[in-house]
């Protein structure tokens, strides 16, 4: 795993049209390009990885979803079982 003060190079091929506009845009926030492209690179994937997490749902899973919430089903046999053994064995501890 990286640590903190580890680097490393990424370069893309980009058109001057683009080069002259984010060189622009980090002289009007007073940052180096690079400081100006890394920031905005970092906020975009943060947002795409905090995109792809979010759980969709059809109208019709929304509707099954909320109502195995407000009616759920009775706890199996073996689901008691479970809670019988887990409260014995945080009692004995």
Do not use: W, Y
């Not at 180096?32 to 970092?42: E, G, H, I, K, R």
Request: aromatic share 4%; charged share 25%; glycine share 2%.
């Amino acid at each position: 795993m990286p640590t903190a003060s580890s680097t490393a190079r990424l370069e893309a091929r980009i058109t001057t049209d683009l080069h002259a506009m984010l060189k622009r845009a980090a002289e009007i926030e007073g940052r180096t390009m690079t400081d100006f492209v890394v920031s905005a690179v970092q906020v975009a994937a943060q947002r795409a990885i905090e995109h792809s997490e979010i759980v969709r749902l059809s109208i019709a899973d929304q509707e099954c979803f909320a109502n195995a919430l407000l009616s759920p089903p009775k706890a199996a046999p073996a689901l008691k079982r479970a809670f019988t053994r887990r409260r014995k064995l945080l009692s004995s501890e």
